[in-house]
């Protein structure tokens, strides 16, 4: 099982919104970093939002002001409040999560399409 579970994904229509939701599975992981990750078809794999236990949250330019991500550090939760989607969202979503040994764990993904 991966260590990330993701949640959430879904069809919606442009100009809708989504909420995404990550939690880590088995035993307790010490996790600094946790994010959302996307990879259009046909695209790379880009960061769409990151949130460490300590500092800036981080956006990508093209989901500031639309996307919220939002942590609890003692559950080792992280969601992802999508608004104003547009098609161009449309990816597979990816929860991530690094803990302070500079370990990476991601998700298996969750659909995320937006139609017109």
């Known amino acids: 099982q991966a260590p990330l579970v993701e949640s959430g994904g879904g069809l919606v229509q442009a100009g809708g919104s989504l909420r995404l939701s990550c939690g880590a599975s088995?035993?307790?992981?010490?996790?600094?970093?946790m994010g959302w990750y996307r990879r259009a078809p046909g695209k790379q794999r880009e960061r769409v939002a990151t949130?460490?236990?300590?500092?800036?949250?981080e956006y990508a330019d093209s989901v500031k002001g639309r996307f919220t991500i939002s942590r609890d550090a003692a559950k080792n939760t992280v969601d992802l409040q999508m608004n104003s989607l547009s098609p161009e969202d449309t990816a597979v979503y990816f929860c991530?999560?690094?803990?302070?040994?500079?370990?990476?764990?991601w998700g298996r993904g969750t659909q995320v399409t937006v139609s017109s």
């Open positions: 991530y999560a690094a803990d302070f040994r500079g370990v990476n764990y």
């Open positions: 088995g035993s307790a992981l010490s996790i600094n970093r």
């Open positions: 949130i460490p236990r300590r500092g800036s949250i």
